[in-house]
Structures are given as C-alpha cells and as structure tokens.
C-alpha cells in the first residue's frame, strides 16, 4: 500500500493482508541500502497471525518516493509522521541496522506512541569507517562487496527465507544494487552512512524510551558486533539481549530465530 507522506508517496508492505488499523500494528525499518523486502518472513509471518504490518521503504528509498532522510532524527520523525497519516495510535517499532537507530530515536520522541521497540543487528555509537565512507561514494560496486563479507556468516540461508539454493551474498548485492538505483539523485549509499557515523543521541534515547526494548544481535555480526548492543542496553529501563547464530543480515540467515524472539517479546510484554 501507498501512504500520503509530506505530499510524497511511502510504500508499506502489509504481509499480503488488508491493513486494518484496529489490529495492533509492526512497522518494520530497513538498514542502509535495503528496502522492505529484508523482512519479508517475519512481516508475513505476523500479518497472517493477528497483527497489522508496515514494513516500509524509507523516503526516497525502492518504491517510495520524497526526500531520503539525511539524519537518524529526521528519519524518526518520517516514521511517526507515517503513523499520524495511517490513523495509528500506537505502534511495535522494528528496526535493523540504521532502521534500529530510527526506531530508538522514534521511541525516544514519542514514548507514548510505541508500546514495543525491537533493535536488530543494532550499536551504539553506529561508526563508519572512514575508508567505508569514501568507498560509498568513490566505488559503491567495492563498497557493496565489503558490506556483504561484513554482513554474513554463511554462504546461503535455510529454506524458510528465501528459498532452496538461495545465495545470500548474491541476493543482497543485487538488493544493494536496485536500492541504490532507485535515486538517481541523491546517493543512498553514502547519505544512509553518514547518517549512521553522525547519530550521537543514542544512550539518551535509550534512556527516554518508556516501553520494554528487544536487542536481537548475531553472534557473528562484524557491523554491529553484539558487544555493542550491551553497551547500548546498559541505558535502558526494560532491554532483553538474544543473540542468535547469524552475522549482520540475521533476518535473512537467521529467519526462525529472529521471527520466534519477535513473538516471544511481543506475547510476554
């Protein structure tokens, strides 16, 4: 579905179910170069059990249209503007990567407006490395290569992601790729990046979040290694670490365990 956002078109994937605003909603956030599609068992797997999904294209981002925010901040103020616009009252914010640390400042802003907040493959502080950086904008195609041997673990998934034969850094270089493609103007890659190595407001989101907060981290992630997570849960009032056998694209090598520490959170708070 399309949701009217600043007069621009957001994409909101809903699980292939009918959005119904009077089911308890999961808005999903993707990472840096990823669009709505990495989540796409466990949006499926909570539409058809009883929950409202929107697992959205950022702004400026795949399908959606408008200005790709430049700043955690202004991103988390796209996602509370998007619950406004679909008549949502509150929400379960999910975020991976630079979507964990929208999803926190999101919380932070608007406490009341969120009853459960998921932090996947998160760190805080998020840094970039420096030659990272340069790459994203000098040779995205090596940028994208050090990401994805970075990002995982394994060569291929279970079935239960993306299929039989799924070849994980294969899929997500081409993802990274159609992402990136999609704005012509305006270099995602390198924008979503800095974002990421700017954002210094985390420990005091952390701290401003009211609701009960799941960090779910790989065990093996290089980008956001677990030490990182701790560090960050240390500030909040209500945080539960799983750690799961998965480097950073854990939705996809992990999919079973990310889905069932998804509902075992939302089903005790």
């Known amino acids: 579905m399309f949701i009217d956002l600043h007069g621009a078109p957001l994409y909101a994937y809903t699980g292939g179910r009918p959005f119904d605003p009077a ?18 068992l466990q949006s499926r797997a909570l539409a058809h059990h009883g929950w409202n999904v929107l697992a959205i294209d950022l702004p400026g981002h795949g399908r959606s249209g408008g200005q790709p925010p430049a700043t955690v901040e202004q991103a988390a103020d796209d996602v509370l503007a998007l619950l406004r ?17 929208i999803a926190l400042e999101a919380a932070a802003r608007a406490p009341s407006q969120v009853s459960h907040l998921v932090l996947v493959g998160t760190a805080f ?12 904008v000098s040779a995205p195609e ?13 060569l291929c998934p279970p079935p239960s992601a993306l ?16 992402v990136l493609a999609s704005n012509p ?17 985390g420990e005091q989101a952390m701290a401003a979040v009211q609701c009960p907060t799941l960090l779910l ?42 889905l069932d520490a998804l509902r075992q959170f939302l089903s005790r708070t």
């Open 217 to 258: 981290v790989g065990r093996h992630d290089q980008m956001t290694p677990p030490r990182a997570a701790r560090a960050l849960a240390a500030h909040a009032r209500q945080a539960t670490v799983v750690e799961v056998e998965a480097g950073h694209a854990l939705m996809t090598e992990a999919p079973d365990a990310v």
């Open 185 to 201: 103007t305006v270099n995602l890659f390198h924008t979503g990046f800095q974002a990421c190595d700017r954002y210094r407001g």
């Open 163 to 178: 299929g039989p034969g799924t070849w994980l850094y294969g899929s997500s270089r081409a993802l990274m790729r159609r």
């Open 142 to 154: 090596k940028a994208i290569h050090m990401v994805n041997v970075f990002s995982h673990s394994t």
């Open 85 to 101: 616009a679909a008549g949502i009252a509150r929400a379960v914010l999910v975020g991976h990567s630079f979507g964990s640390l």
């Open 125 to 136: 502080p998020m840094a970039v490395s420096p030659a990272l950086l340069e790459a994203s």
């Open 23 to 40: 089911q308890p909603t999961v808005v999903f956030i993707h990472g840096v170069l990823n669009d709505h599609s990495v989540w796409i």
